[in-house]
């Protein structure tokens, strides 16, 4: 474990830091039903902050940015239409009519509170651009909830890393 975790501070922080935490959290939202342990990434380098000059707002919205774009491909696939959505599966085809109804009775609200979660926001995303759902607030909401989600995930790390990094040497 502490192997993995000095081998991302490296990675991120050779050169391209925060251009390198921007695209990495498009490229891990783009990702249809994928997911891909971008807490675990903010968490890490929150917690040893190897540039010392990046606030948990800021790691917050550096990865609630590219993380708002990314989400944008789930919505994309859903507003092209029937096609692409007739190729996802029967389970997750239920789960986006689930969340459609959803959406429709909760709005942004429910989006930004989906994208606060661990949840596939996916299907948000596609059950937002079937209902072409208007793109502005998909987006916003997106943001805001990917925003507050990295931001609270940066100040556990800035607050707890030593501590967890302590234990695993014990245990180690």
């Excluded at 050169?15 to 903010?42: Q, R, Y």
Aim: with cysteine; hydrophobic share 45%; glycine share 10%.
């Amino acid at each position: 474990m502490i192997d993995l975790i000095q081998n991302t501070i490296t990675f991120f922080g050779s050169g391209f830091f925060i251009i390198g935490l921007f695209f990495a959290s498009i490229i891990a939202n783009a990702t249809i039903f994928f997911p891909i342990p971008l807490d675990l990434f903010t968490f890490t380098l929150a917690g040893t902050n190897p540039y010392g000059h990046l606030t948990p707002i800021i790691f917050g919205l550096i990865m609630g940015t590219g993380s708002a774009i990314g989400e944008c491909s789930g919505y994309l696939i859903g507003f092209i239409g029937r096609k692409t959505y007739q190729k996802i599966s029967k389970k997750n085809l239920k789960k986006i009519n689930v969340t459609k109804n959803k959406i429709s009775k909760y709005g942004s609200l429910f989006i930004t509170l989906g994208s606060l979660t661990p949840f596939p926001f996916d299907l948000i995303g596609i059950a937002c651009g079937t209902l072409h759902y208007k793109f502005s607030k998909f987006f916003l909401a997106t943001l805001a909830g990917k925003t507050i989600r990295y931001t609270l995930v940066a100040y556990a790390g800035l607050y707890s890393f030593e501590l967890i990094v302590w234990i695993l040497n014990i245990m180690h």
